[in-house]
């Protein structure tokens, strides 16, 4: 199912459940039915007078349609879904629906992320790249995306470390629980501290200054992502016409030598037809 399909089905459950509260008290319409019109039809944009304001998630979870739609060059999502296995839900449905309804291609290496036998991961973070197609006039592009991960190494603070005792689930309990404590609060707000300065760190992201600026991040990211995937293609074709012409110059030296022997074979055998020995005869 492609996005737009997707989109239409929640914009009508939304369009419903107001339909539905409306009628509980009186029928009183607080929006235009000309707008949930417009935006059953997805064709509401921030020119309109009314502007539907929510808390995302009706397309993917992690608000990276639209910078991908924006042809971005670097892109940072912090994923801080439920996934106490790491199965990445939420980043594949991104690529999914990226490559569906965009053409664009997004790589990225998770295995530093995925659990492992103490069910922690090695790191907080990845970095992939993001191949945006010919688009019209504007040629092929390479993005480089940071994703980074609710998740626990083992590097935390003692504060971090302790909650995660008490509850093993943690950083992945269930969204179900709305209602956090002063403790839960500031577990999760700490290991979120914890992750971006890891990343800026391990990145050397920061300044001097302690503002993070744009050439910083362009160099430190370019040098740490992964290689372009169409230069390892161009690599591997130049090798496998290099590995071809030398087969090909093998099978002809081989040949040559083949030649060569069995004219040698020939000469040997037209000089001893005269005396049937195998020498020849000598003049008399």
């Known amino acids: 199912m492609t996005v737009n399909k997707v989109t239409f089905l929640n914009n009508i459950e939304r369009i419903f459940k107001h339909f539905s509260n409306s009628l509980n008290d009186r029928f009183d319409w607080r929006v235009r039915p000309t707008a949930f019109l417009r935006e059953l039809l997805m064709l509401l944009?921030?020119?309109?007078?009314?502007?539907?304001?929510?808390d995302g998630g009706h397309i993917e979870n992690l608000a990276g349609m639209e910078l991908l739609r924006r042809r971005c060059r670097f892109i940072i999502i912090g994923d801080g879904e439920a996934d106490p296995n790491l199965h990445f839900n939420g980043l594949a449905?991104?690529?999914q629906f990226a490559r569906i309804d965009l053409g664009v291609e997004i790589v990225i290496d998770l295995e530093e992320l995925r659990l492992n036998k103490l069910r922690r991961s090695t790191k907080h973070y990845a970095i992939g790249n993001i191949y945006y197609p010919r688009?019209?006039?504007i040629p092929p592009e390479i993005g480089q995306l940071i994703y980074l991960k609710s998740s626990f190494t083992g590097d935390e603070d003692e504060m971090i470390q302790e909650y995660r005792n008490r509850k093993p689930a943690f950083p992945h309990e269930s969204t179900a629980d709305q209602m956090f404590e002063e403790d839960q609060f500031e577990a999760y707000h700490s290991l979120?501290?914890?992750?971006?300065s890891t990343a800026l760190e391990d990145l050397k992201?920061?300044?001097?200054?302690?503002n993070l600026k744009y050439g910083t991040l362009e160099k430190q990211i370019l040098?740490?992502?992964?290689?372009?995937?169409?230069?390892q293609k161009r690599t591997r074709l130049d090798r496998a016409v290099k590995a071809a012409k030398k087969a090909e110059n093998e099978?002809?030296?081989?040949?040559?030598g083949e030649l060569t022997s069995e004219d040698g074979r020939e000469a040997g055998t037209r000089a001893g037809e005269g005396d049937g020995?195998?020498?020849e005869a000598p003049d008399t």
């Open 251 to 256: 099978v002809i030296v081989r040949t040559a």
């Open 223 to 231: 040098a740490r992502r992964p290689p372009d995937r169409s230069v």
């Open 45 to 54: 944009d921030e020119k309109h007078r009314w502007v539907n304001l929510s």
């Open 93 to 95: 449905r991104l690529i």
């Open 277 to 279: 020995t195998g020498m």
């Open 135 to 137: 688009d019209g006039d």
């Open 205 to 210: 992201l920061g300044s001097e200054d302690g």
């Open 192 to 196: 979120g501290q914890h992750i971006a």
